[in-house]
């Protein structure tokens, strides 16, 4: 769904022709963005990854700059993108923003953002900012527990065979 370079050529000329682009129009853009990081990383190409994300951050400028309110769609996808280009910690920056500016934002950022860079942080094995994350959601999702506690626990695990491995090894070196 979508082309980088012809969602940004049509941003372009609807400027060029004093069309004023919409949430929806930005919020697309910064889709097509993230999907393309999504392609080419299954490429393992991640030359784009900083251009894109300065892309989006130019489109999110201009968008204040035309005083276009970021929705939390817009907010959505820009997070997704972050995510995929593994700029967690820069993601849930973003989220710490938007929920400690309270109401002030609260249309900016919603359950399904904030889960989806809850979840970033658990796969990165940051768990207690996961964690913390998940309990800023205005509703429990049971599922978003699950998955951070499942993480956990495998990684506990790794962890533990990881001691065990490297002492066994340390052990043997000592008996020669």
């Known amino acids: 769904r979508g082309d980088t370079e012809q969602t940004l050529n049509i941003l372009n000329v609807m400027e060029e022709n004093n069309i004023q682009p919409n949430e929806d129009s930005y919020s697309f853009a910064i889709e097509v963005l993230g999907k393309e990081i999504h ?4 490429n ?18 201009k968008m204040e700059k035309n005083g276009v309110a970021p929705t939390s769609d817009v907010v959505r996808q820009y997070l997704e993108l972050l995510c995929l280009a593994g700029e967690i910690e820069t993601a849930t920056t973003v989220v710490e923003h938007y929920i400690s500016n309270g109401d002030e934002c609260t249309p900016c ?5 904030i889960y989806r860079v809850a979840l970033a942080n658990a796969r990165e094995h940051n768990l207690d900012k ?14 978003l527990q699950r998955k951070i506690r499942s993480i956990e626990q495998r990684y506990l695990h790794l962890q533990g065979l990881r001691k065990r491995h490297n002492f066994t090894n340390t052990d043997s070196s000592f008996q020669n």
Do not use: G, Y
């Not at 392609?39 to 299954?42: A, E, I, P, Q, V």
């Not at 393992?44 to 999110?60: M, P, Q, R, Y």
């Not at 950022?109 to 953002?113: D, E, L, P, Q, V």
């Open 39 to 42: 392609r080419k990383k299954m």
């Open 130 to 143: 996961a964690k913390e994350l998940a309990e800023q959601m205005s509703e429990t999702i049971p599922a």
């Open 44 to 61: 393992d190409d991640s030359s784009f990854l900083h251009k894109n994300i300065d892309i989006a951050v130019e489109i999110l400028t």
């Open 109 to 113: 950022i919603n359950n399904k953002s």
